[in-house]
């Protein structure tokens, strides 16, 4: 596992990064194009995502428990939310 945890990662270009199994809890990605960027099992506990840019990024099984990011958005623009620990503690549905 990579260790990104509280990383100051605002408005950086990481579009199609492989962070799969990446910790990036606390980490602040405002801003930042993780367009196509593969995040499967990735931990964003409490990560700033707030105006990221998620458009078909793989949040496959990903937590993002207490993470700054609106579920509406989360909803529309990744390619993948199966599994994933939602901001609210939720878990999305498997489909």
């Known amino acids: 596992m990579i260790h990104l945890e509280g990383a100051n990662l605002q408005g950086a270009s ?3 990064a492989n962070l799969e199994r990446t910790d990036l809890s606390r980490a ?7 367009m196509h960027a593969n995040l ?5 506990y409490r990560a700033d995502l707030r105006g990221a840019n998620l458009n ?14 609106d579920t ?3 909803e529309k623009q990744a390619a993948s939310l199966q599994g994933a620990t939602m901001p ?8």
């Open 40 to 44: 499967q099992s990735a931990r964003l």
């Open 56 to 69: 078909g990024t793989n949040l496959e099984r990903a937590n993002l428990m207490n993470a700054k990011v």
């Open 72 to 74: 509406e958005q989360l």
């Open 88 to 95: 609210d503690g939720s878990k999305h549905p498997k489909s």
């Open 28 to 34: 602040n990605l405002q801003r930042a194009n993780l």
């Open 14 to 16: 990481l579009r199609e």
